[in-house]
C-alpha cells in the first residue's frame, strides 16, 4: 500500500460522498443550510480524516483519526434516520447509502483495531 488512496474504505468514503451529494440533491430547497449542509460535511469528514490520519507518523495518531472519522459515519447515520422519518426522499432512495456506510462502519471498526494492536 502507497498512499492513503489504496485503502479500499477510504475508496468507498468517496463513493460515499458522491453518493450523499446525489440523494441531498433531492431534499427541499429549504434544508439547503440544514441537514443536507450537515450530512455532506459529515460524509466529507470520512474520507478527509482517513487521509489526515494515514499520513501520520503513529497508528496512535491514525487511530485518533480513525476514531474522528467513526464518528462522523455515525453522525451521518443518525442524520439519514432524521431525513427519512422527515420523508426527504423515497426509501428506497436511501438504499445504496446505508449499504455504503454500513460498510465503512464495518472497515473503519476493523482498521482502528488494527492500529490499535
Same mark, same amino acid.
Given at each position: #500500500? +502507497? /498512499?492513503?488512496?489504496?485503502?479500499?474504505?477510504?475508496?468507498?468514503?468517496?463513493?460515499?460522498?458522491?453518493?450523499?451529494?446525489?440523494?441531498? +440533491?433531492? %431534499?427541499?430547497?429549504?434544508? !439547503?443550510?440544514?441537514?443536507?449542509?450537515? #450530512?455532506? =460535511?459529515?460524509?466529507?469528514?470520512?474520507?478527509? +480524516?482517513?487521509?489526515?490520519?494515514?499520513? =501520520?507518523?503513529?497508528?496512535?495518531? +491514525?487511530?485518533?483519526?480513525? $476514531?474522528?472519522?467513526?464518528?462522523?459515519? /455515525?453522525?451521518?447515520? /443518525?442524520?439519514?434516520?432524521?431525513? !427519512?422519518?422527515? $420523508? %426527504?426522499?423515497?426509501?428506497?432512495?436511501? /438504499?445504496?447509502?446505508? $449499504?455504503?456506510?454500513?460498510?465503512?462502519?464495518? #472497515?473503519?471498526?476493523?482498521?482502528?483495531?488494527?492500529?490499535?494492536?
Amino acid at each position: #500500500m +502507497n /498512499t492513503y488512496k489504496d485503502l479500499i474504505v477510504w475508496q468507498k468514503s468517496i463513493e460515499l460522498v458522491v453518493e450523499i451529494y446525489k440523494l441531498t +440533491n433531492l %431534499f427541499p430547497v429549504e434544508e !439547503k443550510f440544514g441537514i443536507i449542509s450537515q #450530512m455532506r =460535511r459529515c460524509a466529507i469528514s470520512i474520507p478527509s +480524516n482517513i487521509a489526515e490520519g494515514y499520513a =501520520r507518523k503513529s497508528k496512535k495518531e +491514525n487511530a485518533q483519526f480513525v $476514531n474522528i472519522s467513526f464518528g462522523s459515519a /455515525t453522525e451521518l447515520e /443518525t442524520q439519514i434516520v432524521i431525513a !427519512k422519518k422527515l $420523508n %426527504f426522499a423515497g426509501i428506497k432512495l436511501f /438504499t445504496k447509502a446505508d $449499504n455504503l456506510l454500513l460498510e465503512i462502519l464495518k #472497515m473503519l471498526y476493523k482498521y482502528r483495531e488494527k492500529l490499535y494492536v
